[in-house]
């Protein structure tokens, strides 16, 4: 699972979070995951009301203008946007075809809070962040990196451009 944008862009724009999903599909492709966004809130759909989503519904909005190769919703909250079965069940007008496998948050606070409670919790291999759409490829080795995750950011740095 990806988490977007967890380093750069503070309160990303609409036109922004539209960027940084594209970007992010692209990444997950070079990965070798089909992607699957989806713009994640505190309100699915939205229910509860909220002030601060307007954003999510612009970027989503924005991507439903143009022709784009990966699949993407919005908003929507965290767990639902990974438990297809209850998107099914419950919003059977989702237009993802599985779990998201790439989550774009409203901004860096959610992004980075989550992204670092994941690695400390999760139990998992945790790589990045990667910063995309840079000229050469940079990666951000985190205070609790160990040995083997620096040599892993090493070789996604030596292995290609991870920015383009």
Do not use: C, W
Not at 11 to 23: F, G, N, S, V
Not at 50 to 58: D, M, N, P
Not at 65 to 76: I, P, Q
Not at 82 to 91: A, D, I, K, S, V
Request: charged content about 20%.
């Amino acid at each position: 699972v990806l988490i977007a944008d967890t380093a750069v862009t503070e309160r990303p724009t609409a036109e922004q979070l539209a960027a940084i999903a594209i970007r992010s599909a692209a990444f997950a492709r070079r990965m070798g995951q089909e992607p699957r966004v989806a713009f994640v809130s505190y309100t699915t759909f939205g229910n509860p009301p909220g002030a601060f989503v307007g954003e999510l519904r612009e970027a989503v909005a924005l991507l439903d203008t143009g022709r784009h190769d990966f699949e993407y919703e919005g908003e929507m909250a965290p767990d639902l946007a990974l438990n297809h079965e209850m998107q099914r069940r419950y919003y059977p007008f989702s237009r993802l075809n599985g779990p998201a496998n790439i989550l774009i948050m409203p901004g860096l606070q959610s992004a980075s809070l989550s992204a670092k409670l994941l690695r400390a919790l999760g139990g998992e291999n945790v790589l990045g962040p990667f910063l995309l759409g840079m000229k050469l490829p940079v990666q951000i080795a985190p205070m609790t990196a160990g040995a083997s995750d620096l040599v892993t950011l090493a070789v996604l740095a030596a292995g290609g451009r991870a920015g383009s």
